[in-house]
């Protein structure tokens, strides 16, 4: 008897294995995506046309200046305490007749906005401010928004804004209209106005 | 009889290699889905800010990158450590920005235009004025939709080093 034969390994399977693999990875991987804030800058204006004027009351006016302090509104104020001061001021409500605001859970301090849809952010920094104050300024500023819109969505539709969001993206095409008019309906009542003004220079 | 013994006792045979291509091509598909195309070598430090209120930035092709840091250690003697602005692969001006724009928008197709998102990709330890300026020679071209990029984080975060 000589040398005798190692028995072949089967190799059919082999695909399969491969194949599940290769599955394994594409639902595991996820491909980087960047991912900011989103900010339409306001168009240049025509030399000839008049700013709207916009009522004192309506206007929060959050500067940051070269060493990034916060002044909010002529009071200064901490990083932490923003939002909530933002939220106040959104959610005030304070309009009547025409601009009166029927959701709204604030003060109704006639002082403060009329209407979310009426109140505007305006955010000022100054040449020397650091970039990395300014994107957290921004970030508290929409967080304000993104939690009244939250809380504006879980009285309204019994789930939050954010929910209703995630929901969005997993519905198919075309099954999806309630939603995108739910959508709609917060973006209507708590509309994102926020202003950057054009960077001081002195 | 001893014919069927033949075949035996033949030294060990080789192990398939059917599967072999298989093996290969899920490779390559996973790294053709797994592998992101740097365009850009950066020479600038790039450590983006953190925010949490963020919005993806899929559709790569829409995207327009606007760089903005001081230069990287190789860089500083020639440049200096002044924050500057990289525009593809070389540093620009302010001025250069406005060209960069249109260039880029000339080499897009025409029913994307109107869709075309400028991302800044600006480190954290940069000044608003040069993002200012930026944002000023943006708007004269009409380029108003833009995007800080960040990275996922807490902004407390961005004030801890």
């Known amino acids: 008897m000589a040398k005798r034969d190692a028995p072949e390994v089967n190799a059919g399977s082999m695909a399969d294995i491969a194949f599940l693999l290769l599955i394994f990875f594409l639902v595991t991987t996820t491909i980087e995506v960047d991912s900011g804030i989103s900010r339409l800058l306001p168009p240049m204006q025509p030399p000839e046309e008049e700013p709207e004027i916009i009522k004192q009351k309506n206007i929060f006016q959050v500067i940051v200046n070269r060493t990034d302090q916060l002044l909010v509104e002529d009071q200064l104020m901490g990083l932490s305490d923003i939002k909530e001061a933002t939220k106040k001021f959104i959610d005030n409500g304070g309009g009547v007749g025409e601009d009166a605001c029927s959701y709204c859970q604030g003060m109704r301090d006639p002082s403060s906005s009329d209407n979310p849809s009426k109140a505007v952010v305006s955010l000022q920094n100054d040449r020397e401010t650091s970039y990395k104050m300014y994107i957290s300024v921004q970030n508290e500023l929409v967080a304000a928004y993104t939690e009244l819109r939250n809380e504006y969505a879980e009285r309204t539709y019994g789930k939050s804004y954010e929910e209703i969001l995630t929901e969005f993206d997993k519905v198919y095409l075309g099954k999806n209209d309630k939603l995108k008019e739910q959508i709609e309906d917060i973006k209507k009542k708590y509309p994102q106005i926020i202003s950057e003004a054009t960077t001081k220079n002195n | ?161």
Do not use: C, H, W
Request: proline fraction near 3%.
């Open chain 2, 1 to 161: 009889m001893s014919r069927f013994k033949k075949g035996k006792g033949k030294g060990t045979p080789g192990i398939s290699t059917a599967s072999l291509p298989d093996i290969v091509f899920m490779l390559l598909f996973f790294f053709m889905v797994a592998t992101v195309m740097r365009q850009n070598t950066l020479m600038i430090e790039n450590k983006l800010p953190m925010a949490n209120q963020v919005e993806k930035l899929d559709k790569k092709d829409l995207i327009i990158y606007i760089y903005a840091g001081k230069p990287s250690s190789q860089y500083k003697s020639t440049y200096g450590s002044e924050a500057r602005i990289q525009l593809n692969d070389k540093f620009a001006d302010v001025s250069d920005v406005k060209a960069f724009i249109l260039a880029e928008r000339a080499s897009k197709r025409e029913e994307l235009i109107p869709f075309l998102t400028t991302a800044l990709k600006v480190d954290s330890e940069t000044n608003m004025g040069l993002v200012g300026d930026i944002k000023q020679q943006l708007r004269e071209v009409d380029a108003l939709k833009i995007n800080y990029t960040t990275r996922k984080g807490d902004v407390q975060g961005n004030f801890n080093n």
